[in-house]
């Protein structure tokens, strides 16, 4: 048996198949990833990724692939260390990640790793799994599946890493599982990947760029540079949504810098005309993040009667958005023919 940490990873897009690559080639990690639309193909062909980290890889398989999450207790096998969750968390639509990893999840053992953006993305899973560590990683990365089992990946893997507050077990516990986590991670020396105690600041600054910029450009289908080089999108849009979240954030005890908002605005380059993932989901016709990135930060505003209009705003029209992707995947249907145009 290997005495490597036994890692599963859930979810092989582009942060997904970085992490697990980076994992493997540290030489401290042993991968199973559970691979859905991309399972044929990289199963025949591997991954080709094309890094900034790591270069130009071709072929490449983690050391166990699977189309589906694995029953531990039923397939009698090794319980995993750590499993590594870096789906699209699309909290509206079954199969949630809890559903998802159950099977694989042997109690007091495995320590969850949620490598996915947005705000009280731990709280099913502390439910669910009371007796397991749940930690937040937190990527700053530009990764992108470009077509089964290719990867582009065009902005350094930055992670940080930080242990969610889980009631049931000392907090050491969850720490040290943190630290192991990044000691694993940095192995490959190809990374940065640091501990960082205060999870919630970390979360609630990058939501200063997902909750407001993923969503203008989901609902415009604008990138951030055209709303740069015009201008009034930010100062119409973006900066007065940004301003909520540092508002929101400071009063959940989260005092974010001042110069944030005008960092966040700035820090992609101008010349890349970057869609965040929101947009390039609802392009694609995915469902989109907007519960945990949008909808977790307005709840926390209303509990703390901080107005956020914007935000609610916002709020509505990805919601409604998200209702004609699900419409579109037959998840939810309208009464159609004559007895609808009666009625209206
Ligand atoms: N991409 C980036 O640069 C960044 C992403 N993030 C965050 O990281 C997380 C992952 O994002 P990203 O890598 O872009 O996502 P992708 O959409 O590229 O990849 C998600 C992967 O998860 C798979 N998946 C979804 N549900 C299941 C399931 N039930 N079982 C098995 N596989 C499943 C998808 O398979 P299928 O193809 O079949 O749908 C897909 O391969 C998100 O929370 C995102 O917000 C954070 C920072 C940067
Ligand atoms: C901006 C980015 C790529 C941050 O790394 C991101 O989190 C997203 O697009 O959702």
């Given at each position: 048996m290997s005495n490597k940490t036994n890692v599963l990873l859930v979810g092989s897009g582009g942060v997904g198949t970085l992490a697990a690559y980076n994992l493997e080639i540290g030489g401290l990690a042993s991968v199973t990833s559970v691979l859905r639309s991309n399972h044929d193909a990289v199963s025949q062909n591997g991954f080709t990724i094309t890094s900034l980290d790591h270069g130009y890889v071709k072929g490449w398989k983690p050391s166990t692939i699977r189309n589906s999450v694995p029953d531990v207790g039923k397939e009698c096998l090794r319980p995993f260390d750590f499993i590594v969750v870096t789906t699209k968390n699309i909290a509206d639509v079954s199969p949630t990640v809890t559903e998802t990893i159950a099977p694989a999840v042997t109690a007091g053992h495995t320590t969850i790793v949620l490598l996915q953006n947005g705000l009280n993305i731990e709280k099913p899973l502390l439910v669910a799994f009371p007796m397991n560590?749940?930690?937040?990683?937190?990527?700053l990365i530009g990764a992108t599946e470009t077509s089964p089992g290719v990867i582009l990946h065009d902005d350094r893997d930055r992670l940080i890493i930080g242990a969610f507050t889980n009631p049931n077990l000392p907090l050491s516990t969850s720490i040290t599982s943190a630290q192991m986590f990044v000691q694993l991670y940095s192995a490959s020396e190809k990374v940065s990947c640091t501990y960082n105690e205060n999870v919630g600041f970390v979360r609630w600054r990058k939501l200063v760029y997902n909750a407001c910029y993923n969503s203008a450009c989901a609902i415009t289908h604008m990138d951030t540079s055209r709303m740069r080089i015009l201008k009034y999108p930010i100062d119409d849009v973006v900066r007065p949504l940004m301003l909520e979240i540092v508002a929101i954030a400071k009063a959940a005890g989260h005092v974010l810098p001042e110069s944030i908002v005008e960092d966040m605005i700035?820090?992609?380059p101008e010349d890349t005309y970057f869609k965040p993932s929101m947009q390039q989901d609802i392009e694609k016709g995915n469902f989109m993040e907007f519960e945990n990135?949008?909808?977790?930060?307005?709840?926390?505003?209303?509990k703390l009667a901080v107005p956020a209009p914007n935000l609610k705003m916002v709020y509505g029209l990805l919601k409604?958005?998200?209702t004609n992707i699900k419409?579109?995947?037959g998840l939810v249907?309208?009464?159609t023919g004559p007895i609808l145009l009666d009625q209206f």
């Open positions: 560590p749940v930690l937040s990683g937190v990527s700035n820090c992609d990135i949008v909808g977790e930060p307005l709840r926390e505003a209303e409604i958005l998200q419409e579109a995947k249907s309208f009464p």
